[in-house]
């Protein structure tokens, strides 16, 4: 079945300590996302990249990091420069970059708390 | 101001009931829209595309989009319990999905 596999669904990590969370997407999509999901707020978006060995910062980029090597993979680091990292995070994949020719389709997201 | 604003809930309807959702904007040059539905713990998925003014229908789901109010609807009849998530609007200025900005979306109960 063709999807996006986030991993891990859940992670504690302790204050100054950097984690990375996991994004493979099967679908053949250009473009990958990184969102943010806080209770009371939309989705922020964090990163995203529309091709390999590209990405761009989104509007809340402070603290994170990405990198894109393979088409189908799309790594989301938060670093402990991150303020309040504790949040769900989701990672989507789009066939083209544009709203008219398809729809994000989000993984099922990793739940990120800092003790 | 939030550019999209969306009531929290949560909504409680029994089941069968015909459920109205809303958002409102402040943003007059947003021209794509989408409702997306997100049950517990699990990623958004979208229900519902509309470009522009007009409504859109899809079985059970009606969207519908009022430019000149800055105020969009999805109506859903016959409401199961399966319908229980909560319900994201999403909308842009410009066609990239990079510039999509997302309500804070409203909890929907439906009660067999």
């Known amino acids: 079945d063709g999807g996006i596999t986030q991993s891990p669904k859940y992670l504690f990590r302790k204050e100054g300590q950097n984690v990375t969370l996991s994004c493979e997407q099967n679908l053949n999509h250009d473009a990958m996302y990184w969102y943010r999901q806080d209770p009371g707020q939309g989705l922020r978006l964090i990163y995203y990249s529309q091709i390999v060995n590209d990405f761009q910062k989104g509007d809340i980029a402070e603290g994170y990091s990405v990198s894109r090597e393979k088409k189908e993979s799309f790594p989301l680091t938060v670093t402990s420069a991150q303020k309040n990292p504790t949040a769900f995070y989701l990672c989507a994949s789009s066939m083209g970059q544009f709203l008219n020719t398809g729809e994000l389709f989000f993984g099922e997201g990793s739940r990120l708390t800092v003790l | 101001q939030k550019e999209v604003e969306q009531d929290p809930g949560p909504l409680s309807v029994p089941e069968g009931a015909i459920v109205s959702l809303n958002c409102t904007y402040s943003?007059?040059?947003?021209?794509?829209f989408m409702w997306y539905r997100q049950y517990s713990r699990k990623g958004p998925e979208l229900l519902m595309y509309?470009?522009?003014?007009g409504n859109k229908e899809d079985g059970r789901f009606t969207a519908q989009v009022d430019k000149s109010s800055k105020y969009i609807s999805l109506f859903i009849r016959d409401s199961q319990p399966s319908d229980s998530a909560t319900y994201l609007c999403?909308?842009?200025?410009?066609?990239?999905?990079?510039?999509?900005?997302f309500g804070t979306g409203t909890r929907l109960l439906v009660s067999p």
């Open positions: 999403a909308m842009s200025a410009l066609p990239g999905f990079q510039k999509l900005v």
């Open positions: 509309t470009y522009s003014s």
């Open positions: 943003n007059s040059a947003f021209q794509y």
